[in-house]
């Protein structure tokens, strides 16, 4: 059940016509009064021919007339209106359902308490089998404003609580960060003007496409101009940005004038300051495993960025601004994929937005390496080959699982469903990544004594997967990716610790193929030796410190070296 306060408004008579009315579109049938603050009395021009619609305002509003001719400054934002519908898939109520859950939701919002003979007038007048419209003016018998501060979420969880009572399909309980539902006006506007997005609609996706090219809100707002998008900057006398709206093309009022949104009206996180914070932040470190054997392409530099996602959700800011930078990476990514990929991944971008965003802050700072990937993905020129976005899509999809278990150990259900929302376009892009990339594999498997052998380092490495694994249709290609390694220098046994230690098996549809992504990903350099390596430290401990460490100050690297060696055999 949605209960979707609509702006206060001033024509209470004008409000009273459309719901009597036929509608827009002839949708509205038999409407009457179903509930009110005092039956007795009431004019209901559904049921009394005799009633006028203009009776029954001035009924309504009498409260607010005699405020309005005792004070100076009269009241014109009297007028409540809280739309109330259930779901398609639910039964229709009857009116005597449909007035005590009125009478709930006016109790919960604050219009009219519980026992409270001066509270406000209200009806709710009923015109269709799925929903009511609550009316109220908010001017007290007593010539008091009721008090409305989060009536909307007193409202949405006496509707939870509705839906409990009367078997209704169960929403999830809101949260405050859910974007700003389109109004009736308009959805008939873009209907009208043959949009399939309302206007506020379009210009987030813009605007959220256009994050990931920007390093600073100024950026953005140029990225965006440049894009078409009508831009008006509020700046203060030393000309700092200090707020901004941007207006879609063609999107006019009836002086032929451009109308403009502001940020926070589009969404909750694109408000200024929340930009601000998102974006313009210090130059990160570089990430601690990335491999620096050869220049890698900005495809798998993002690849090696997700893995700070997976090592920093243990603090809850760190791992909200991982997610939100996440969002930026999927965002970036649809724009940058092959076309035949581009509706998945577009619809992963838009599910996502949602599990972005939380009530807990987030620490940006934290995220500044998975973001500088985004940024840096959003200005190469370069496709990525077929493994390489294969790889990246992989690496996504667990990320995006890591994203939705930590929502769902914090119990946020909105940002949960997001995520596992996201995870399903997201795997249907990984599928048809990697099926051109598993065919090229499987045509050049290696001999049965090679797979043989193979089979033998998979029950060695995974043991509890091993069999998963071994019958994976995937597999021959797998054998091709270990028989590639392990020619370049690579021990397979080794390989394959690592890869199911970075991405757990238990719940991969598809093991071998996961295996596939990820150790095509890390053997893509050559294999290191032991022996430079310990010899590049000592060189770097001599160049810091002058000279070289005895056994007393080398105590930590001796055991680091030892680790090195035994991670190679």
Request: proline share 7%; charged share 25%; hydrophobic share 35%.
């Amino acid at each position: 059940m949605i209960a979707a306060i609509k702006p206060a408004g001033s024509n209470t008579r004008g409000l009273l016509a459309y719901l009597y009315g036929p509608g827009r579109h002839d949708e509205h049938t038999d409407p009457h009064i179903v509930a009110g603050f005092a039956m007795l009395g009431m004019p209901d021009p559904g049921r009394d021919e005799s009633a006028t619609l203009t009776q029954l305002a001035r009924h309504l509003d009498e409260p607010v007339h005699l405020r309005n001719s005792e004070f100076g400054k009269k009241v014109t934002d009297h007028v409540w209106h809280c739309p109330v519908r259930t779901a398609p898939e639910d039964r229709h109520l009857s009116d005597t359902e449909w007035a005590d859950i009125a009478q709930h939701i006016v109790e919960a919002a604050g219009i009219a308490p519980p026992g409270d003979d001066l509270a406000c007038r209200w009806i709710a007048v009923r015109h269709a089998d799925d929903h009511i419209h609550i009316l109220a003016t908010t001017v007290r018998e007593d010539g008091r404003r009721p008090r409305l501060h989060d009536s909307g979420i007193r409202v949405g969880d006496a509707c939870r609580q509705i839906e409990t009572d009367y078997g209704l399909r169960q929403l999830k309980k809101g949260d405050r960060t859910a974007g700003r539902r389109p109004t009736q006006a308009e959805m008939h506007k873009a209907q009208r003007l043959g949009w399939e997005q309302t206007s506020r609609d379009w210009l987030q996706d813009r605007i959220r496409a256009a994050i990931p090219h920007a390093s600073n809100t100024e950026e953005l707002l140029s990225y965006l101009e440049a894009m078409g998008i009508a831009v008006k900057p509020r700046r203060g006398p030393s000309g700092d940005l200090l707020g901004y709206a941007v207006g879609r093309p063609g999107d006019l009022n009836k002086d032929g004038e451009q109308i403009f949104h502001p940020g926070g009206k589009i969404a909750p996180d694109l408000t200024l300051p929340k930009l601000k914070a998102r974006l313009e932040t210090t130059a990160p470190e570089e990430h601690p495993t990335a491999r620096r054997d050869q220049p890698a392409t900005p495809w798998h530099q993002a690849t090696d960025a997700l893995d700070t996602l997976h090592t920093g959700m243990a603090d809850d800011t760190h791992a909200q601004a991982h997610i939100t930078a996440l969002g930026d990476l999927i965002e970036v990514t649809a724009q940058k994929a092959p076309s035949h990929l581009h509706a998945e991944l577009r619809a992963a971008s838009r599910a996502f937005v949602r599990a972005q965003r939380s009530q807990i802050h987030a620490e940006n700072q934290a995220a500044n390496t998975l973001r500088k990937a985004a940024r840096d993905l959003a200005h190469t020129a370069t496709g990525p080959d077929g493994s390489a976005l294969a790889t990246l899509l992989a690496a996504l999809v667990w990320a995006t699982i890591v994203a939705a278990r930590w929502h769902e150990a914090k119990s946020h259900a909105h940002q949960t469903e997001a995520a596992r929302q996201t995870l399903h376009h997201l795997q249907t892009g990984a599928d048809r990544a990697l099926t051109p990339v598993l065919g090229s594999l499987a045509t050049r498997q290696p001999s049965d004594q090679v797979r043989r052998t193979l089979a033998h380092d998979v029950r060695a490495a995974v043991p509890d997967h091993a069999d998963r694994i071994l019958t994976d249709p995937a597999w021959p290609a797998l054998a091709t990716v270990l028989a590639d390694a392990e020619a370049g220098g690579h021990k397979p046994h080794q390989l394959l610790k690592e890869a199911a230690a970075q991405r757990e098996l238990t719940t991969a549809r598809q093991p071998a193929r996961v295996l596939i992504t990820r150790i095509q990903h890390t053997s893509r350099n050559p294999a290191p030796n032991p022996r430079a390596e310990a010899a590049r430290r000592r060189s770097t401990l001599l160049n810091g410190s002058g000279s070289v460490p005895g056994p007393a100050k080398d105590a930590s690297a001796a055991p680091l070296s030892r680790q090195v060696r035994r991670s190679r055999h």
